[in-house]
Each structure stands twice: as structure tokens, then as C-alpha cells.
């Protein structure tokens, strides 16, 4: 499977932005899709995902009631739609395959990654 990112760019704080993952590949083979970001500096956090199965998610105590994902399996899209965003969601956003229990668990497969940027 590969994803292609898009959506990213730079809004000031309190603003909004949607993020889209098109997935090419059987996406059904897989557990999740979900997004993955990296900051300068800062370790890789798991942010959210959804089951390609049963569409339940997984968000981190950072950007739970702010971040939604959502998915259209026939589409092959995973989306994130990032409300209020804050100054420390500033990073590269990656789709990733992968699945989660208690904390997201990233897979084998990445995109190329979009870059979100957030002013105070």
C-alpha cells in the first residue's frame, strides 16, 4: 500500500485545516490507517486512527476534542480535520498504516508526509 498526504500549510492558532491521506493498494488488508507527526526536536507521536474495519479511532490525549479522523474505504481516503489548532501541532503529519490498543502502534508503510505549521 502507498499513501499520498496532502492538505498541509500554515494557519495561525485557533484556525483549522484538513488533512487527506489517498491511500493506492488494498487498504483492507490492513488493520488502520492513521497519522503520525514529527516535530524538530521532538519524538514521533501517534495522533490518530481509524479502523479500515469497524471505523473505530484512536486519538492522543494531545489533540483529543480538537482532531478528528474519519475514512471513506470505497474512496481509499483517510482524513484528519485539525480544529483549534495550537503553536505545538507545528510538524510533518505522515499517513501510516497501522493499529492501536491502548497508544497508536505505526506500521511498515509511511507517505511522504505534509507539513503543518501553526503561528501564535
Known amino acids: 500500500v502507498q499513501f499520498v498526504e496532502s492538505g498541509g500549510g500554515a494557519v495561525q492558532a485557533g484556525g483549522s485545516l484538513t488533512l487527506s491521506c489517498a491511500a493506492s493498494?488494498?487498504?483492507?488488508?490492513?488493520?488502520?490507517i492513521g497519522w503520525i507527526r514529527q516535530a524538530p526536536g521532538k519524538e514521533r507521536e501517534g495522533v490518530s486512527c481509524?479502523?479500515?474495519?469497524?471505523?473505530?479511532?484512536y486519538s492522543s490525549d494531545s489533540v483529543k476534542g480538537r482532531f478528528t479522523i474519519s475514512r471513506d474505504n470505497a474512496e481509499k481516503m483517510v482524513y484528519l480535520q485539525m480544529d483549534n489548532l495550537k503553536p505545538e501541532d507545528t510538524a510533518v503529519y505522515y499517513c501510516n498504516q497501522g493499529s492501536f490498543y491502548r497508544d497508536y502502534e505505526p506500521g511498515d508503510y509511511w507517505g511522504q508526509g505534509t507539513q503543518v505549521t501553526v503561528s501564535s
Open positions: 481509524i479502523s479500515i474495519w469497524d471505523g473505530s479511532t
Open positions: 493498494g488494498s487498504i483492507t488488508d490492513y488493520y488502520g
